[in-house]
């Protein structure tokens, strides 16, 4: 026998959350299903030294602050898991954790949806997918799978006594690759970055934040990216405190700075 819900919420991070919030809210049934438990992707698949890139003021639901954190100060990765665990408690969110969602399916002659889960089989008027835009790593296929080469994504780094010996090439210089490399050059490692188009705002003006500044442009509320803006990244770390990062800066400390990563041939990039 199926069990019935009006609304199914497929996934218990920080979009799940909200999601099951606002349907509180507007006192609609509802069930969340996290396959691991809630914000599992900032415990175990972000590296140990990550940090927000937006202050906790920022970064954070409505209904609740960080709790004994300075709403200035960017905080860690877990200090980020820990506090959705406590929201989703506060807001006593109907979440599930340990059943993986494997198929929906539209119903066939009648409205809903039939939800196959690891736990059994849901059916639902209306499915929310709340796992994310960014959770299947892409590496692009440059180098050759039997190249005697280590190649990891982001997702997968956790520290730098995790690589090979020898020299790191990191390709892309938004946050998370300006990051990692600055992480990298300090622990004692050769750093090659690769660095694409990119906005160099500040990290702060007028004594606001940038993402103050974006949100009173209106910035947030964009519909869809100008044109051409695609695949510009925002150059500005949380990481000490929070800054832009400052490229010349990477390189007078030892960073070798290098143009986009387009191929590879004859072990050459």
């Known amino acids: 026998m199926a069990e019935k819900i009006d609304t199914l919420v497929v996934g218990g991070g920080q979009a799940g959350i909200a999601m099951s919030e606002h349907l509180s809210n507007c006192k609609v049934p509802h069930l969340v299903l996290e396959r691991h438990q809630i914000a599992e992707r900032w415990r175990s698949e972000r590296w140990d030294s990550l940090v927000a890139n937006g202050p906790a003021w920022h970064d954070r639901l409505p209904g609740m602050e960080f709790a004994n954190f300075d709403p200035d100060a960017f905080p860690s990765k877990e200090r980020v898991a820990d506090y959705l665990v406590a929201y989703a408690d506060m807001i006593n969110a109907p979440i599930r954790c340990g059943v ?3 198929e929906v399916q539209r119903n066939i002659s009648r409205p809903g ?31 050759p799978a039997d190249a005697e080469i280590t190649q990891i994504h982001s997702s ?5 006594e995790q690589l090979p010996e020898g020299a790191v090439l990191v390709v892309g210089a938004g946050s998370s690759g300006a990051q990692i490399a600055d992480e ?3 622990s004692g490692k050769s750093v090659y970055l690769s660095v694409g188009p ?3 705002p500040p990290r702060s003006y007028r004594g606001r934040d940038f993402v103050w500044w974006l949100g009173v442009l209106g910035k947030w509320d964009a519909v869809t ?10 150059a500005v770390s949380g990481a000490r405190g929070g800054h832009t990062v400052d490229f010349r800066g ?8 290098v143009g986009r990563t387009e191929s590879f041939k004859n072990n050459v990039m």
């Open 250 to 257: 990477l390189a007078r400390q030892g960073i070798t700075l």
């Open 198 to 200: 990119h906005d160099l």
């Open 113 to 143: 949806f039939r939800i196959e889960t690891s736990d059994g089989v849901i059916e639902a008027n209306n499915v929310v997918a709340a796992t994310g835009s960014f959770q299947i790593p892409v590496i692009p296929d440059l180098v």
């Open 184 to 186: 990298l050059l300090l």
């Open 156 to 160: 997968a780094y956790r520290n730098p």
């Open 225 to 234: 990216m100008e044109p051409g803006m695609e695949h510009v990244t925002i």
């Open 100 to 102: 993986e969602v494997r």
